[in-house]
């Protein structure tokens, strides 16, 4: 079994930059795609980004292209989300995401993934 842990939210003003942090615990990882969600009130979770464990190919929802960086510290058992120029529509609860499953559907955020975090809240204001 593994455990994430998210960590890094707050309230910023739009503009500003954060960077969310997950950190895994549990069974030694193998080659996981690991992964950014978000889901904000009264709408469906959403795919943010994703990352391989092993190889570090990268993929990113449009929303995120150019704003957010996805990052991995295989030594440390942790991934990043970079987040810059955020927006008030960036709010939302964001979750990290592993699944064993390395596949193109996998890492476009199309099934669901097989182990999650508790969230981390980010909020924007205007």
């Known amino acids: 079994q593994v455990q994430l842990v998210e960590s890094g939210g707050g309230l910023v003003q739009a503009g500003a930059s954060l960077r969310l942090s997950c950190a895994a615990s549990g069974r030694t990882f193998s080659n996981y795609a690991m992964g950014w969600f978000r889901q904000a009130p009264g709408k469906e979770r959403e795919f943010v980004a994703s990352i391989k464990r092993i190889g570090g190919t990268t993929y990113y929802a449009d929303s995120a292209k150019g704003r957010f960086t996805i990052s991995r510290d295989n030594a440390k058992n942790t991934v990043y989300l970079q987040m810059n120029s955020l927006k008030p529509e960036d709010t939302a609860v964001y979750y990290c995401?592993?699944?064993?499953?390395?596949?193109?559907?996998?890492?476009?955020?199309?099934?669901?993934?097989?182990?999650w975090g508790q969230g981390t809240q980010v909020t924007v204001s205007s």
């Open positions: 995401a592993a699944d064993p499953r390395i596949t193109l559907a996998t890492m476009r955020g199309l099934v669901q993934y097989a182990y």
